[in-house]
Protein backbone atom coordinates (compact mmCIF):
# COMPACT_ATOMS: atom_id res chain seq x y z
CA UNK A 1 0.00 0.00 0.00
CA UNK A 2 1.36 3.33 -0.75
CA UNK A 3 0.44 6.47 1.40
CA UNK A 4 -1.01 9.77 -0.60
CA UNK A 5 2.54 11.47 0.25
CA UNK A 6 4.20 9.16 -2.52
CA UNK A 7 4.23 10.32 -6.14
CA UNK A 8 6.14 9.21 -9.27
CA UNK A 9 9.65 10.53 -10.39
CA UNK A 10 8.57 14.21 -11.74
CA UNK A 11 5.42 14.68 -9.42
CA UNK A 12 4.72 17.72 -7.23
CA UNK A 13 4.68 16.76 -2.96
CA UNK A 14 2.29 18.42 -1.48
CA UNK A 15 3.09 20.24 1.91
CA UNK A 16 0.94 19.60 5.16
CA UNK A 17 -0.97 23.02 4.23
CA UNK A 18 -1.85 21.61 1.21
CA UNK A 19 -3.34 18.22 2.10
CA UNK A 20 -5.54 20.19 4.68
CA UNK A 21 -7.17 21.09 1.22
CA UNK A 22 -8.56 17.30 0.25
CA UNK A 23 -12.18 17.26 0.88
CA UNK A 24 -12.67 13.79 1.84
CA UNK A 25 -10.72 13.43 4.97
CA UNK A 26 -11.22 8.79 5.02
CA UNK A 27 -8.53 8.88 1.96
CA UNK A 28 -5.41 6.95 3.07
CA UNK A 29 -3.78 5.79 0.17
CA UNK A 30 -2.38 7.32 -3.40
CA UNK A 31 -4.51 4.68 -5.21
CA UNK A 32 -7.88 6.35 -3.71
CA UNK A 33 -6.81 9.74 -4.00
CA UNK A 34 -6.22 9.05 -7.92
CA UNK A 35 -9.79 7.34 -8.19
CA UNK A 36 -11.19 10.37 -6.65
CA UNK A 37 -8.99 12.77 -9.07
CA UNK A 38 -9.95 11.15 -11.97
CA UNK A 39 -13.96 11.39 -11.44
CA UNK A 40 -13.21 14.96 -11.00
CA UNK A 41 -11.21 15.52 -14.25
CA UNK A 42 -13.71 13.45 -16.37
CA UNK A 43 -16.43 15.86 -14.96
CA UNK A 44 -14.46 18.78 -15.87
CA UNK A 45 -13.31 17.37 -19.41
CA UNK A 46 -17.26 16.87 -19.27
CA UNK A 47 -17.80 20.80 -18.35
CA UNK A 48 -14.74 21.41 -21.39
CA UNK A 49 -17.05 19.63 -24.18
CA UNK A 50 -20.15 21.63 -23.38
CA UNK A 51 -19.05 25.08 -22.68
CA UNK A 52 -19.31 27.71 -25.48
CA UNK A 53 -16.33 28.28 -26.98
CA UNK A 54 -14.33 31.84 -26.00
CA UNK A 55 -11.17 32.64 -25.50
CA UNK A 56 -8.72 30.31 -23.55
CA UNK A 57 -5.69 32.46 -23.64
CA UNK A 58 -6.68 34.16 -20.59
CA UNK A 59 -6.08 33.42 -16.68
CA UNK A 60 -9.66 33.29 -15.74
CA UNK A 61 -10.12 30.01 -18.62
CA UNK A 62 -6.84 28.60 -16.77
CA UNK A 63 -7.70 28.93 -13.62
CA UNK A 64 -11.61 27.90 -14.21
CA UNK A 65 -10.61 24.70 -16.14
CA UNK A 66 -8.24 23.63 -13.07
CA UNK A 67 -11.02 24.43 -10.70
CA UNK A 68 -13.86 21.86 -12.92
CA UNK A 69 -10.57 19.13 -12.92
CA UNK A 70 -9.55 19.21 -9.02
CA UNK A 71 -12.90 21.22 -7.54
CA UNK A 72 -14.32 18.60 -6.19
CA UNK A 73 -11.44 16.93 -4.31
CA UNK A 74 -8.81 19.84 -3.61
CA UNK A 75 -10.20 23.03 -2.08
CA UNK A 76 -6.95 25.10 -3.44
CA UNK A 77 -8.32 24.21 -6.82
CA UNK A 78 -8.01 26.59 -9.25
CA UNK A 79 -6.01 29.19 -6.67
CA UNK A 80 -2.20 30.15 -7.66
CA UNK A 81 0.34 27.55 -5.54
CA UNK A 82 1.65 29.70 -2.91
CA UNK A 83 4.69 27.41 -1.46
CA UNK A 84 7.88 26.72 -3.10
CA UNK A 85 8.24 22.89 -5.23
CA UNK A 86 10.49 21.10 -6.72
CA UNK A 87 9.07 21.86 -10.21
CA UNK A 88 8.51 25.52 -10.89
CA UNK A 89 9.21 29.59 -10.74
CA UNK A 90 8.36 31.20 -7.46
CA UNK A 91 5.27 31.13 -6.64
CA UNK A 92 5.63 35.00 -6.29
CA UNK A 93 6.41 35.29 -9.93
CA UNK A 94 2.68 32.92 -11.37
CA UNK A 95 0.24 35.50 -12.57
CA UNK A 96 2.71 37.93 -14.41
CA UNK A 97 4.69 34.76 -15.64
CA UNK A 98 1.58 32.84 -17.02
CA UNK A 99 0.73 36.44 -18.97
CA UNK A 100 3.53 36.60 -20.25
CA UNK A 101 3.35 32.96 -21.83
CA UNK A 102 -0.69 33.30 -22.84
CA UNK A 103 0.59 36.75 -24.62
CA UNK A 104 3.16 34.90 -26.54
CA UNK A 105 0.95 31.63 -27.47
CA UNK A 106 -1.65 34.43 -28.70
CA UNK A 107 1.05 35.49 -30.64
CA UNK A 108 2.21 32.36 -32.14
CA UNK A 109 -1.32 31.36 -33.25
CA UNK A 110 -2.09 34.39 -34.96
CA UNK A 111 1.35 34.84 -36.78
CA UNK A 112 1.82 30.45 -37.34
CA UNK A 113 4.88 30.94 -35.84
CA UNK A 114 5.33 27.60 -35.20
CA UNK A 115 3.41 24.29 -36.26
CA UNK A 116 -0.15 23.61 -34.07
CA UNK A 117 2.11 20.78 -32.40
CA UNK A 118 5.23 22.52 -31.76
CA UNK A 119 3.42 25.86 -30.50
CA UNK A 120 1.47 23.29 -28.15
CA UNK A 121 4.16 21.66 -27.16
CA UNK A 122 5.69 24.69 -26.39
CA UNK A 123 3.06 25.83 -24.47
CA UNK A 124 2.13 22.48 -22.59
CA UNK A 125 6.17 22.92 -21.05
CA UNK A 126 5.92 26.41 -19.98
CA UNK A 127 2.67 26.11 -18.36
CA UNK A 128 4.20 22.75 -16.40
CA UNK A 129 7.67 24.90 -15.86
CA UNK A 130 5.88 27.39 -14.01
CA UNK A 131 3.73 25.22 -11.91
CA UNK A 132 0.44 27.25 -11.66
CA UNK A 133 -1.09 24.78 -8.59
CA UNK A 134 -0.07 22.85 -6.48
CA UNK A 135 -1.14 19.70 -7.56
CA UNK A 136 -2.40 18.73 -11.30
CA UNK A 137 -0.63 20.71 -13.33
CA UNK A 138 0.62 17.81 -15.52
CA UNK A 139 -2.78 16.95 -16.06
CA UNK A 140 -4.28 20.81 -16.37
CA UNK A 141 -1.54 21.55 -18.73
CA UNK A 142 -1.99 18.34 -21.00
CA UNK A 143 -5.86 19.53 -21.37
CA UNK A 144 -4.75 23.01 -21.68
CA UNK A 145 -2.51 22.54 -24.71
CA UNK A 146 -5.58 20.41 -26.10
CA UNK A 147 -7.83 23.28 -25.98
CA UNK A 148 -5.43 25.96 -27.48
CA UNK A 149 -4.50 23.20 -30.04
CA UNK A 150 -8.67 22.77 -31.11
CA UNK A 151 -9.65 26.75 -30.69
CA UNK A 152 -6.62 28.36 -31.76
CA UNK A 153 -5.72 25.69 -34.62
CA UNK A 154 -8.63 23.65 -35.42
CA UNK A 155 -6.03 20.87 -34.80
CA UNK A 156 -7.29 17.42 -33.08
CA UNK A 157 -5.58 16.88 -29.58
CA UNK A 158 -2.24 14.94 -28.97
CA UNK A 159 -1.97 11.52 -27.88
CA UNK A 160 0.10 12.18 -24.40
CA UNK A 161 -0.91 8.76 -23.27
CA UNK A 162 -0.48 6.69 -26.01
CA UNK A 163 -2.15 3.92 -24.73
CA UNK A 164 -0.26 3.81 -21.50
CA UNK A 165 -0.33 5.45 -18.24
CA UNK A 166 0.94 9.06 -17.69
CA UNK A 167 -0.09 9.38 -14.15
CA UNK A 168 2.11 6.14 -12.96
CA UNK A 169 5.38 5.12 -13.58
CA UNK A 170 6.06 3.69 -16.72
CA UNK A 171 7.99 3.86 -20.05
CA UNK A 172 5.73 6.76 -22.20
CA UNK A 173 6.28 8.74 -18.86
CA UNK A 174 9.73 8.90 -18.22
CA UNK A 175 10.05 9.57 -21.76
CA UNK A 176 7.34 12.48 -21.53
CA UNK A 177 9.64 13.82 -18.06
CA UNK A 178 12.56 13.47 -20.01
CA UNK A 179 11.40 15.19 -23.04
CA UNK A 180 10.29 17.92 -20.58
CA UNK A 181 13.91 18.56 -18.41
CA UNK A 182 15.71 18.58 -22.34
CA UNK A 183 12.92 21.23 -22.91
CA UNK A 184 14.11 22.65 -19.70
CA UNK A 185 17.15 23.44 -21.35
CA UNK A 186 15.86 24.42 -24.73
CA UNK A 187 16.13 21.70 -26.53
CA UNK A 188 12.71 20.61 -27.73
CA UNK A 189 13.21 17.94 -30.34
CA UNK A 190 12.38 15.68 -27.90
CA UNK A 191 9.45 16.85 -26.90
CA UNK A 192 8.45 17.27 -30.35
CA UNK A 193 8.87 13.76 -31.47
CA UNK A 194 6.80 13.19 -27.81
CA UNK A 195 3.78 14.47 -29.35
CA UNK A 196 4.18 13.69 -32.87
CA UNK A 197 5.13 16.78 -34.69
N1 LIG B 1 11.66 18.84 -15.17
C1 LIG B 1 10.42 19.21 -15.47
N2 LIG B 1 10.24 20.31 -16.20
C2 LIG B 1 9.02 20.72 -16.52
N3 LIG B 1 7.89 20.07 -16.12
C3 LIG B 1 8.01 18.98 -15.38
C4 LIG B 1 9.27 18.49 -15.02
N4 LIG B 1 9.09 17.40 -14.30
C5 LIG B 1 7.74 17.21 -14.23
N5 LIG B 1 7.09 18.14 -14.88
C6 LIG B 1 5.62 18.29 -15.05
O1 LIG B 1 5.00 18.35 -13.79
C7 LIG B 1 3.95 17.41 -13.74
C8 LIG B 1 3.79 16.94 -12.32
O2 LIG B 1 3.22 17.99 -11.56
P1 LIG B 1 1.88 17.76 -10.78
O3 LIG B 1 1.42 19.08 -10.30
O4 LIG B 1 2.06 16.68 -9.78
O5 LIG B 1 0.87 17.26 -11.93
P2 LIG B 1 -0.09 15.99 -11.90
O6 LIG B 1 -0.61 15.87 -10.50
O7 LIG B 1 -1.13 16.27 -12.92
O8 LIG B 1 0.76 14.82 -12.29
C9 LIG B 1 4.34 16.33 -14.70
O9 LIG B 1 3.23 15.62 -15.23
C10 LIG B 1 4.99 17.13 -15.79
O10 LIG B 1 4.01 17.69 -16.65
MG1 LIG C 1 0.61 15.27 -8.94
New binding site residues.
Partial sequence: MSGVAD?PD???PLDPDEREGLRFRHVTTRGELNELEQANVQAGLLWLSRRRNSDVLNEHFMRELHRRMFGAVWRWAGAFRRSEKN?GIDPLHIAVELHTLLDDARYWSAHRTYTPLEAAARFH?RL??I?L?A???????RIAADTYLKECFGHPPIDWAAGHDL?HTSERRNAY?AA??AA?KGEYGTLLKFVGA
Fill in positions: EGATIHVAHFNGNGRHALILRD
